[in-house]
């Protein structure tokens, strides 16, 4: 998929029986099936004469299986046929199977169809992938994985476009996942909104460039799906993003400590860090064991460094309620005694802090969560925890063999509402969960972000936005967003540190100046 990080798409993601709804409320409320059908072929026309267009091609193959993505399919061939395009259509079921509004649109079809199974791709400018929607309801068979990976192995071999209605015909369009085999487009269209299979792996790779069509139903039937799911896209947090005041001063703009490693590893706490400051933190502090004093004191400037040691010496330093923001794991250690910090750093208070937990502060946890999520569900502000799949699986055990978490979307809501904190599942399509329910997936991160210490950079960001006091979920989302973009605008050749100092390209983005 393009870079998407910055275009506009919808922001709400459905899943497939939710989009189901919204086709049938609006059915419901008169807007006839075969008007949808009509609209979403038109888009789809549309977005395939634009292609044919740019490449001079003039010749389509249009694929059409037993549902109403089939339906989709015969009239936007229609559609193209009028258009003088040379237009061929193959069906994976006999003519006289279909129903509905799929059976009018393929009757509505002027010319020849043959069987999809037997035919030839040669000779086609492009491939319309009307197989399977959101209809998918389990694995392809054998036959259709065989036609799908004919289909692809065509076109890499001939470089011609293919273009899938709704999605990629064999992606779940609600976990991402691949039912058996899976279309490789270069562009899907999709309709009304975005579903969560279009954003997460592998479904994602599948697309190519995602197009989202209006084709008649109306946002408010979202009102009535309860729609948690969003893109994560500036749109979603934008307005709650925290500027400098004129009349503001740095205490105003809160201070976050981050808790440093020992000596022989310091690095990743400095990380954090300095991305906690480029974040926007007024005062960042490194809480440091003694040990690491003098080596964390003299690689830093504008970070102020305090000695700290064990549980105690944190607890201390903790005492000044103005450090609102508390950052641990990275360099931490794996040990009884991170686990007392991490205990410490999550007291109930008076006041409200929060807390971000990475890398080693989750995985001293490992061998007892229950004990980590008594801490998160009773401190006293908002908790955002950070694992990688790696550290994910180690912690969060029970919602990766929960056979009702069916995707990482649902494995980080689910480990969320276990610990009360926000979960930031990284990855290629980083999802963002909170206890409430809400959800962010980011659409695009360029994988220049798998590097060292890029994970200790994401800390910070969050750990600068939570002491600006940016509410949980949103400071979590922006923080993925920002720091996928700062790696984006910075492009190949990153390191963690490029991270960091890309992030006032990526706020003078979002301030627009
Ligand atoms: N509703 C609307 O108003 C609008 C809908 N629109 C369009 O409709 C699409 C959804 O249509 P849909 O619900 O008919 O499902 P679809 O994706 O065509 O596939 C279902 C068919 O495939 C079958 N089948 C399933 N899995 C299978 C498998 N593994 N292997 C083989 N067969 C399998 C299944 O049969 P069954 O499970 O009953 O055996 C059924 O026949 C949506 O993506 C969009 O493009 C737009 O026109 C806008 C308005
Ligand atoms: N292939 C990838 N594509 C995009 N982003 C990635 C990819 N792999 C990792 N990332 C991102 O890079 C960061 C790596 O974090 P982490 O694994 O904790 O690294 P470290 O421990 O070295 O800091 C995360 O934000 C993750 O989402
Ligand atoms: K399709």
Redesign the pocket.
């Known amino acids: 998929m393009p870079a998407v990080l910055t275009v506009d798409l919808p922001l709400e993601v459905l899943t497939t029986d939710q989009m189901a709804r919204a ?1 049938r409320l609006t ?1 419901e409320g008169g807007v006839p ?1 075969m008007t ?2 009509e609209n ?1 072929a038109l888009a789809l026309a549309k977005a395939t004469s634009q292609i044919l267009q740019r490449t001079s091609g003039r010749r389509v193959l249009v694929l059409c ?8 399919g015969f009239v936007a061939a229609s559609l193209l046929r009028s258009q003088r395009y040379k237009v061929r259509v193959a069906s994976l079921a006999r003519l006289e199977e279909l129903r509905g509004p799929a059976a009018r649109a393929a009757a509505a079809w002027p010319g020849a169809v043959t069987s999809a199974l037997e035919c030839e791709f040669e000779g086609a400018d492009l491939v319309v992938d009307a197989l ?10 054998a036959d ?1 994985c065989d036609l799908v990976r004919r289909l692809n192995r065509w076109r890499r071999a001939s470089g011609q476009n293919v273009v899938s ?2 999605i990629p015909s064999g992606v779940d369009g609600t976990t991402g996942a691949v ?1 058996g085999a899976a279309v490789e487009a270069d562009a899907t269209v999709t ?1 009304f909104r975005v579903k969560t299979g279009h954003l997460l792996l592998p479904g994602r790779l599948h697309c190519g460039a995602l197009a989202c069509a209006h ?1 008649g139903i109306r946002p408010s039937a979202l009102e009535t799906l309860h729609v948690s799911t969003f893109i994560n896209a500036p749109a979603l947090w934008r307005s709650d993003l925290p500027l400098p005041q004129i009349e503001g001063h740095k205490y105003s703009r809160g201070h976050a400590l981050v808790v440093s490693g020992g000596a022989s590893f310091t690095g990743a706490a400095r990380l954090s860090a300095a991305a906690a400051l480029r974040a926007g933190a007024g005062l960042v502090t490194l809480a440091s064991p003694s040990d690491a004093l003098t080596v964390n004191a003299s690689a830093l400037t504008s970070v102020m460094v305090r000695p700290a040691d064990g549980a105690r010496g944190l607890a201390a330093v903790l005492t000044d309620e103005r450090k609102n923001a508390v950052a641990l794991g990275p360099g931490l250690g794996v040990s009884e005694e991170s686990c007392a910090k991490v205990e410490t750093a999550l007291a109930p208070q008076a006041y409200r802090r929060a807390a971000v937990l990475d890398a080693d502060a989750l995985s001293s946890f490992a061998h007892d969560p229950e004990r980590l999520w008594r801490a998160t569900r009773a401190a006293p502000g908002p908790v955002v925890m950070t694992p990688h799949a790696g550290e994910f699986a180690r912690l969060f055990a029970c919602c990766e063999n929960d056979g009702a978490c069916r995707s990482k979307l649902d494995k980080a809501r689910a480990a969320a509402r276990a610990s009360g904190a926000v979960v930031v599942y990284k990855g290629p399509d980083t999802v963002v969960a909170a206890p409430d329910g809400r959800a962010s997936i980011l659409p695009s991160a360029t994988p220049w972000l798998a590097t060292a210490g890029s994970g200790d950079a994401l800390t910070g960001i969050i750990a600068g936005l939570l002491a600006q006091r940016m509410e949980g979920f949103l400071a979590a989302s922006c923080a993925v967003w920002m720091h996928a973009r700062a790696a984006e605008i910075y492009g190949p050749g990153l390191i963690a540190d490029d991270i960091i100092a890309s992030l006032p390209h990526v706020w003078r983005e979002l301030c627009g100046r």
Do not use: E, S
């Open positions: 086709d059915i099936a949808l059908m979403a299986g037993p549902g109403n993505n089939g339906g989709d399977f929607g959101t209809g998918l309801a389990r694995d392809l068979d259709a209605v709704d039912r309709f084709i």
